[in-house]
């Protein structure tokens, strides 16, 4: 099973980036896929999270900035970036979920991406 996130760079405060991550090897239409992130020195924390059935979650630090959606076809999931803060800076993980639900937890995630980098600069 591979997750390959892409979309990630720099951009200044206010810009958007638009992340995505192609799932292979394992179909996640009926499981919760997951957006985190880690900054330099922090612990890795939830951003967004989609069910099965495409109901979302959202850590309040990126509540109406955000957006996850999923492409089942194409066993992908999207993280749209607007409105970037230069504490939005971090590597994001993609990762999928053994359940179906959209957790927060990282303990209910059994698949993770490589990672991408996304800085924002003042």
């Known amino acids: 099973v591979q997750l390959q996130a892409s979309g990630g760079g720099s951009v200044q405060t206010g810009g958007s980036l638009r992340l995505s991550c192609a799932a292979s090897?394992?179909?996640?239409?009926?499981?919760?896929m997951g957006w985190f992130r880690q900054a330099s020195g922090k612990e890795r924390e939830i951003v967004a999270a989609?069910?099965?059935?495409?109901?979302?979650y959202y850590a309040d630090s990126v509540k109406g900035r955000f957006s996850i959606s999923r492409d089942n076809a194409k066993n992908t999931v999207y993280l749209q970036m607007n409105s970037l803060k230069p504490e939005d800076t971090a590597v994001y993980y993609c990762?999928?979920?053994?359940?179906?639900?959209?957790?927060?937890?990282?303990?209910?995630?059994?698949?993770w991406g490589q990672g991408t980098q996304v800085t924002v600069s003042s």
């Open positions: 090897g394992r179909t996640f239409s009926s499981y919760g």
């Open positions: 990762a999928g979920s053994l359940t179906a639900g959209a957790s927060n937890k990282a303990n209910q995630y059994g698949y």
């Open positions: 989609v069910n099965w059935g495409g109901s979302t």
